[in-house]
Structures are given as C-alpha cells and as structure tokens.
C-alpha cells in the first residue's frame, strides 16, 4: 500500500509537469495576428505587446511552479526509503513487549491430561506468550505417551526422582502427598532458575480451563506486580456451584484471604521467599498459614476459569462428590484486559467492601434457609464463634471447614455467595480485627 502511494504521487507529478509544458509549447507557437495596413500597423503592435507580456507572464508563473515541482520530488525521493518498506516488509514499530507467562501443568499418571491440554491449546492465543509446560512425575508410561504426542505444542518434563520418600510410620499412606511436595518444588524450580521466567501460572492435569481463561490471568499481572499486599491470583472459587453464584456476575472478582490454588499465577519473588522453606508435604495447608501468608491476599473471581475433573487422586475423592464436581466453569469470554481493575487494590477494596457488608440488613438464618427475604439484597448473616459458623456454612450449603481460622472464600471473615437468587454475607460482628488460628 505504502509502495503504491508513492507510485501515484510520482506519475501525478509527471503529469502535472507534462501538461503544463504543452501549453507553453501551444501559446509560444501560436501565429501572430494578421496585418491590415501600413496605416494600421501601429495599432497592431498593442494586441501583440500584450500578448507576449501574458505570455512571458506565464513562463514566470511556469518556472516557479517547475521549481515546487522539483522541490517536491526532491521531497519524494529523500523520504522514498521510508515510503516504501526494504523487501515489501511492514514498517517497524515499537511495541512494549508484552510478559511471557507460561503454563506449568503438574501431572503424573492420569491419561486424561489429554483433556487439560486439549484445553489449554484451544483458548490458548498465543503460543510464544503462553508456552505450556508439562512436568511429569511418577514415571507413567501411558501418560508419558500422550503427553508426548503433542510434540512441539508442549515441552515435556520429567521429574528425575522417583524414590520413596522416607515418612514416620503414621505418615505412610501420605506418601503421595509427599511426592507431589517435592514434585513441585523441583518443576517451580525448573521455570524460574533453570528456564528463567519471571512468573508462572500452575495448572494440575485434572482442570479444565475457561474460554478467558488467559485473559483473566494477563489482565491480574500487572496488579499482582504492583500490590505488595497480593501474593497470588487464582481461577477458582470454592463455593462456586451452581445456585450459588450470580450468572449474571461474570466479571465479578474478589480479593480473599485463603489460598485457592486449583489454577494460580505466582510472581518469581514469591517462588524465591518460600523455597528454602517449601514443605516435605501437604504444600497447599501449609501455604495457608500465616507464617506464609503474612496477611496477603490472593484474587478470585465470582465465576471459576477453572473445573476439576479428577476425581481419583492422592486425596480419594475427598470433597468433589459433595462440593467439586458441580463447580461452574465460566463460558462468557470477558475482556478484563480492557477493564479498569484497580477497584481490586487493597485500600480501596477493603473500604468499600466493609461498607457494602456492614450496611447490608442483618437478617436470621431462617429467613435465609425458607427463602423469606424481602427486597434483592445483599443480606448479612451473622455468625460469632466456630461452631457457629461451621452450622450456617453446612446448613447452607457452602463449604464449612477453615484453614489457619480462614474460611474457603473468605476476606476478612466475610463468605460471600448466592442464595436463592439474593447476595448473602455470612459475616463475623463488626470490628472483627483479625484471624484465630485455633479456628482449623
């Protein structure tokens, strides 16, 4: 397009310089006016003087439109080179480079991680931001097999460590809990020392991923980077089953106080705090206490990106018959790369998420459980011990156990779901300050 342009703007000037010089050719050609007489010859003189003045008028007038002329190609053929692109190559213009981060799936002797990837690569949109990054343990042949077949679409890593792990005798039948430990301190090592990445989103071989899946995640780095009062970013909700989140709210997220995992981003600075400390097991509990955590928060969205599929596993099932397996996998793509999402920064949350709780109409569980609201809502529900809390959360459907004192879901001792079609803030008093350990 840019090589045509430049060609247009050449002929036309050609042209223009063509036709004008016709015309001077015709006019200076033209015959001079026929003489009537001696007496008349006088006369005659006038109309001819006239003539040529116009005339040399003109060529004045000509010579200074051939010297714009000429200035105007000397234009043209001095920005020519940059005009018309070297080899038919666009023009190069400077980006700003755009993080890789790439996809880190944990796996070992599930076949079905054929599901995982075959997800992954079909929302993926772009592979050169987004390398997947399968690290495999245990050794399984049939798993190796699959996971190989997707040839240079994945790079295949192999945990080179396949022993026992030395446990007390009451401790054996965690062995498994034990591998994925160390499973997962040698694969976070391999992306931010060995490949040297600067951040990382960690997928387990049994999720399945949302169509915005990346975008949720690339549009949360920069916030990530930028509040020190974040430590990760998850696709996952606990208590998002369906009935108990609002559809509508697709692009809904939260800041919580618990670990999540199940699909979550987390910064090199962070692999570098907790490494010389990971655990010899049970590595998500132990990301949950507070000598982890030190009050950080991760984001979770209303809507996961994530849904599990595995129902076998180390942990036999625990928890997906009654609380995993109808989790709500987000089908709406949302731009959140396009949204403002500095409302998530913690002054601002914590402000305004207390008041919109605290605000809310304190109301009595029977009111809630019998569908006896009146108005749309948000309600707050109260609970003031463990025990009590524990009873609200079962009876009402949403996941009740605590880890480190913090709720599955939970900011601030708030658990926010759907209920009935209404916002339920099931809430400590207010002036709640901080977390009781002992509540686990």
């Known amino acids: 397009m840019i090589r045509k342009k430049g060609s247009l703007i050449l002929c036309g000037a050609f042209l223009f310089v063509t036709w004008n010089a016709v015309l001077v050719l015709l006019l200076w050609s033209r015959p001079p006016s026929s003489q009537q007489g001696d007496g008349t010859s006088e006369k005659a003189e006038e109309p001819t003087d006239g003539l040529m003045k116009d005339l040399f008028g003109i060529l004045d007038a000509f010579a200074n439109e051939l010297d714009k002329q000429r200035k105007i190609l000397l234009q043209i053929q001095t920005y020519q080179s940059v005009w018309v692109p070297v080899n038919n190559e666009r023009p190069k213009v400077d980006v700003p480079r755009q993080p890789v981060i790439p996809i880190l799936v944990i796996a070992c002797n599930r076949v079905t991680v054929k599901r995982c990837l075959d997800k992954l690569l079909q929302h993926r949109p772009s592979a050169e931001l987004y390398p997947i990054i399968v690290s495999q343990d245990c050794g399984h042949a049939e798993t190796a097999a699959v996971i190989s077949s997707y040839g240079a679409q994945v790079t295949h890593m192999k945990q080179p460590d396949l022993s026992d792990i030395a446990v007390r005798p009451e401790h054996k039948k965690f062995q498994g809990y034990y591998k994925i430990s160390r499973h997962y301190h040698w694969a976070l090592n391999q992306v931010f020392k060995t490949l040297s990445h600067t951040s990382v989103i960690v997928v387990e071989d049994d999720l399945e991923v949302a169509p915005d899946f990346f975008e949720y995640f690339r549009a949360l780095l920069p916030l990530l980077q930028s509040d020190p009062t974040l430590w990760c970013v998850s696709a996952w909700n606990d208590n998002g089953r369906d009935g108990f989140i609002d559809p509508a709210k697709t692009d809904l997220l939260y800041r919580t106080d618990f670990f999540p995992g199940l699909g979550w981003m987390l910064r090199k600075e962070l692999w570098e705090e907790l490494e010389p400390k990971w655990p010899a097991a049970f590595w998500d509990d132990w990301m949950r206490q507070p000598e982890q955590r030190h009050n950080r928060a991760c984001i979770r969205p209303e809507i996961s990106r994530t849904l599990t599929f595995g129902r076998q596993g180390v942990s036999l099932g625990q928890f997906f018959d009654k609380y995993l397996r109808d989790i709500k996998l987000n089908a709406q793509f949302v731009p959140f790369t396009k949204m403002d999402l ?45 025990d009590s809390f524990k009873m609200l959360a079962k009876n009402l459907g949403i996941m009740d156990d605590l880890k480190s004192g913090v709720p599955r879901a939970g900011y601030r001792g708030v658990v926010s779901f759907f209920y009935r079609g209404r916002r339920i803030y099931l809430a400590p008093p207010p002036g709640w300050t901080q977390y009781d350990p002992s509540w686990s």
């Open 342 to 386: 500095n409302y998530l920064k913690e002054e601002s949350y914590k402000e305004n998420f207390q008041k919109e709780v605290y605000n809310a109409p304190l109301v009595k569980y029977e009111e809630v459980k019998q569908g006896q609201l009146k108005g749309s809502g948000p309600f707050r529900l109260e609970y003031s011990s463990k």
